[in-house]
T-cell receptor
Framework: AQSVTQLDSHVSVSEGTPVLLRCNYS??????LFWYVQHPNKGLQLLLK??????LVKGINGFEAEFKKSETSFHLTKPSAHMSDAAEYFCVVSVDRGSTLGRLYFGRGTQLTVWP | GAVVSQHPSRVICKSGTSVKIECRSLDFQATTMFWYRQFPKQSLMLMATSNEGSKATYEQGVEKDKFLINHASLTLSTLTVTSAHPEDSSFYIC??????????????FGNGTRLTVT
């Protein structure tokens, strides 16, 4: 079975400070992992993806994530938060086989607030 | 980059009427499109998977006769909410996977449709 756990429903940071959004996953098969961002009343935009190549993945807008198989984690980080980063972030898993081939499993989301 | 256009962005309808939502892939072809429903402050809930030229696969608990999905071409899928009721009010989002894509291929999402049933 596949599942995604985003450990924090809300994260608040000050502008210019680091961001850490935590994600743990469970998968019976080799996973691909994604982080998406959603601004209010908008669809989801891809930030970055892990697909079994380099474990440290760089994405758009200065975000990056590290795949740690031993910890089944895929935490999202950014060195310095910007006001425009305030949004909802989703960690997503996709698997390579079985009846759920290609289906996405979403975490519950983490709301990031950035204070000036 | 790949763009998914979803229309309308907002719609208000009266109880008992039907509403159609369109999802178009503008610069790529999509054999598979997905429809989600999102409640306030919650994650996306997969409603159905739509494959071009075949019947949609609905998730457990989703009424196929109420949420009609048609995927008539490689660039267009539609969701029709039939006989809408206030409890159908929600944010509906579509996504598309490029033709030939695999489980490693990111989906492209539309901007969503806010449906309000009065």
């Amino acid at each position: 079975a596949q599942s995604v756990t985003q450990l924090d429903s809300h994260v608040s940071v000050s502008e210019g400070t680091p961001v850490l959004l935590r994600c743990n996953y469970s998968s019976s098969y080799s996973p691909s992992l994604f982080w998406y961002v959603q601004h209010p009343n908008k669809g989801l935009q891809l930030l970055l993806k892990y697909t079994s190549a380099a474990t440290l993945v760089k994405g758009i807008n200065g975000f990056e994530a590290e795949f740690k198989k031993s910890e089944t984690s895929f935490h999202l980080t950014k060195p310095s938060a910007h006001m425009s980063d305030a949004a909802e972030y989703f960690c997503v898993v996709s698997v390579d086989r079985g009846s759920t081939l290609g289906r996405l499993y979403f975490g519950r989301g983490t709301q990031l607030t950035v204070w000036p | 980059g790949a763009v998914v256009s979803q229309h309308p962005s907002r719609v208000i309808c009266k109880s008992g009427t039907s509403v159609k939502i369109e999802c178009r892939s503008l610069d790529f072809q999509a054999t598979t499109m997905f429809w989600y429903r999102q409640f306030p402050k919650q994650s996306l809930m997969l409603m159905a998977t739509s494959n071009e030229g075949s019947k949609a696969t609905y998730e457990q608990g989703v009424e196929k006769d109420k949420f009609l999905i048609n995927h008539a071409s490689l660039t267009l899928s539609t969701l029709t909410v039939t006989s809408a009721h206030p409890e159908d009010s929600s944010f509906y989002i579509c996504s598309a996977r490029e033709i030939g894509g695999t489980y490693m291929t990111p989906l492209h999402f539309g901007n969503g449709t806010r449906l309000t049933v009065t």
